[in-house]
């Protein structure tokens, strides 16, 4: 049975860093591809980048590119994803999502983490 | 705005068919990339519904199934059942500018 656990829910003052972890059990992180996805209150999601098995490398989405690093810690099965400059409109619920299949333009996110509500306010 | 569009909401009684719509454009739906469809229920993460346009996962009823043409993808759910009432969304690729995965803004399905 694959899981992925998430870290718990954090509240950040605008300008700075928020790290959310997910951790993976039932597969190696090796084996799958992982995503990370957001949704705000009352709203729909927003990818927010991937690992492209293909080229071997994670590939970030537009609005996010210099603002977010996403890594993972192959000994502990660990996936982590790290948002800088926050801002109010960073509020909202941050999931990791993960395919053991290949391929990258095709394959859905077959596995998602429980949520972590990230909450950004001075 | 969602690059891909679904209707906010859609109704119907218990044991009728209901249809959810994902519009999307020639740089997505349109190019032949797949369509995928999950189901949030309130308070939960997103759970894959259908894949590939038409595929669905051990375990998800046959009430649920997928379709696909041009630029546009359709959820038809038959039998319809209290615990159907979720959001649902859709999602593709979209290979315009660096690429993106891209999902439709929900549809709230109310089964009354």
């Known amino acids: 049975q694959v899981q992925l656990v998430q870290s718990g829910a954090d509240v950040k003052k605008p300008g700075a860093s928020v790290k959310v972890s997910c951790k993976v059990s039932?597969?190696?992180?090796?084996?799958?591809?992982m995503h990370w996805v957001r949704q705000a209150p009352g709203r729909g999601f927003e990818w927010m980048g991937g690992?492209?098995?293909?080229?071997?490398?994670?590939i970030y989405a537009e609005q996010f590119q210099g603002r977010v690093t996403m890594t993972e810690d192959t000994f502990t099965d660990t996936a982590y994803m790290d948002l800088g400059s926050l801002t109010s409109e960073d509020t909202a619920v941050y999931y990791c999502?993960?395919?053991?299949?290949?391929?990258?333009?095709?394959?859905?996110?077959?596995?998602w983490g429980q949520g972590t509500l990230v909450t950004v306010s001075s | 705005q969602s690059v891909l569009t679904q209707p906010p909401s859609v109704s119907g009684a218990p044991g009728q068919r209901v249809t959810i719509s994902c519009t999307g454009s020639?740089?997505?739906?349109?190019?032949?990339?797949?369509v995928h469809w999950y189901q949030q229920l309130p308070g939960t993460a997103p759970k894959l519904l259908i894949s590939?346009?038409?595929i669905r996962p051990s375990g998800v009823p046959d009430r649920f199934s997928g379709s696909k043409s041009g630029t546009s993808a359709s959820l038809a759910i038959t039998g319809l059942q209290a615990e159907d009432e979720a959001d649902y969304y859709c999602q593709s690729y979209d290979n315009s500018l660096s690429g993106s995965w891209v999902f439709g803004g929900g549809t709230k399905l109310t089964v009354l």
């Open positions: 020639s740089s997505n739906i349109g190019a032949s990339y797949d």
């Open positions: 590939g346009d038409n």
């Open positions: 039932g597969y190696t992180l090796t084996e799958l591809s």
């Open positions: 690992f492209h098995p293909e080229d071997g490398e994670t």
């Open positions: 999502a993960a395919s053991p299949r290949s391929g990258y333009y095709k394959v859905p996110f077959d596995y």
